[in-house]
């Protein structure tokens, strides 16, 4: 059944009416970036600076979406990349883009502080889900959710190269992000003013990171939650601890947030199965580089020797096709699919996943591109 909404064509349809839905701070956790957002911006900008060579006399038979990844065929090349705190957001929207995902045969990435645990994702998408995985500083932990994981069914662990910081980002600082959100005067007046938000928070229960609940001592309160946290996870990846991460996990080892090439020989020397090209959605380093121009200068040299994937700035299926354009060989969105969610509830997810594929096939179809593996040969700049 369809759900696709004729009201809402695009990702910047669905931010309007999320912005509308939303009180002001979830809204800022979610669009917002760190410093001055120009990583943010420019991640957008680059990718729609990406130009398509259309044929449109030659024999064309067709366009398929269908992508082969780690083994599984997927019905597209695109799919969601880990989100924290998706409930604070929207309420249950990780549950709602875990079903949306599984039914569209899209990969769907539990973050580790996600609002819903590993069990209940594995249950939702028959285990068909990957796992992202912040470094816990303790090895005993770290064990614990690599085990945890690949029980409930998990094949692909992705590990986090671009968070060796706690981001500075000024419109969290200043609405005092928490969880649950600090009842500020600023931060109760926009719940109150956003009833539906309000009721489906409370018909929900709070938002919690149920992955990580069995190891958080009860009764923090939220000041010693934040110091918990701090404490628990070691954000700098090192080539010893993903030595032995690749030791320990049996399934797709997946490196997310490289943007340069001696990072990328690392990984491969190190036996990552794939990488994600990716700046954390312009949310750690201001003034870093776009995803679209290391992806450029990546793919000569890696595509083949490692699975190629991107994100940032990915808004609809243009921006796929430009992306694949440029070698990869998968591509992830974070905010978009989350729009969907925000803007539109549970079938939030689908009417985003039916929209990109869409989008993507009339790209596909305009320039006569009939397997996503061939969009490289329409790249002209
Ligand atoms: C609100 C928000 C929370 C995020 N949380 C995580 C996270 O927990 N783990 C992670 O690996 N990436 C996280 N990311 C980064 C995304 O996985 C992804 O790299 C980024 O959103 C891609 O850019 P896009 O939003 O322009 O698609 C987050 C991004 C946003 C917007």
């Known amino acids: 059944m369809s759900r696709f909404n004729s009201e809402y064509p695009s990702a910047e349809h669905l931010m309007a009416k999320a912005r509308r839905r939303m009180p002001g701070f979830a809204y800022d956790y979610l669009t917002g970036g760190c410093f001055s957002e120009v990583n943010l911006d420019r ?17 064309f038979d067709g366009a398929s979406q269908e992508t ?34 599984k039914d569209h045969n899209i990969p769907f990435v539990l973050s ?20 992202q995985l912040y470094h816990p500083a303790e090895d005993e932990l770290r064990d614990k959710l690599l085990e945890r994981a690949w029980e409930a069914g998990c094949k ?7 968070t060796p910081t706690f981001a500075y980002r000024p419109k969290e600082i200043r609405n005092g992000l928490s969880i649950p959100p600090r009842m500020s005067l600023r931060n109760v007046f926009q719940m109150c003013t956003h009833p539906v938000w309000s009721l ?55 490196i997310k947030g490289i943007v340069n090439a001696d990072d990328a020989e690392m990984a491969v020397k ?45 808004r609809g299926g243009d921006d796929v096709g430009s992306a694949l354009a440029c070698g990869a060989d998968f591509t992830f969105m974070g905010r978009t699919p989350m729009y969907g969610v925000c803007a539109l509830g549970e079938y939030g997810g689908h009417h985003t996943f039916e929209m990109t594929k869409k989008q993507l096939q009339q790209v596909m179809e305009q320039i006569a591109c009939e397997k996503i593996e061939d969009f490289p040969k329409h790249l002209i700049s």
């Open 43 to 59: 991640n957008i900008a680059d990718i729609r600076n990406i130009q398509l060579k259309p044929w449109y006399l030659g024999d």
């Open 68 to 101: 082969e990844l780690f083994g599984e065929t997927y019905d597209s090349a695109f799919g969601v990349a880990p989100v924290g705190l998706q409930g604070l957001m929207w309420p249950k929207s990780c549950e709602y883009l875990a079903k949306a995902a």
């Open 112 to 131: 580790t502080v996600g609002t819903a645990s590993i069990e209940t994702i594995a249950e939702i998408t028959e285990g068909k889900f990957w796992f």
């Open 156 to 162: 692909t662990l992705v590990i986090l190269a671009d």
């Open 200 to 254: 489906s928070q409370l018909a929900a229960g709070s938002p919690e990171f149920k992955t990580m609940k069995p190891y958080i001592p009860k009764g923090l309160n939220l000041k010693h939650l934040a110091q918990f946290m701090n404490k628990t996870f070691s954000g700098r990846l090192t080539e010893t601890k993903i030595k032995a991460l690749r030791d320990k996990w049996k399934g797709n080892l997946v």
């Open 270 to 314: 190190l036996g990552c199965d794939g990488m994600i090209v990716s700046n954390h959605g312009g949310r750690q380093l201001d003034r870093g580089q776009s995803t679209i121009e290391p992806l450029k200068a990546l793919a000569p040299e890696f595509k083949g020797k490692i699975k190629l994937m991107i994100d940032g700035g990915i």
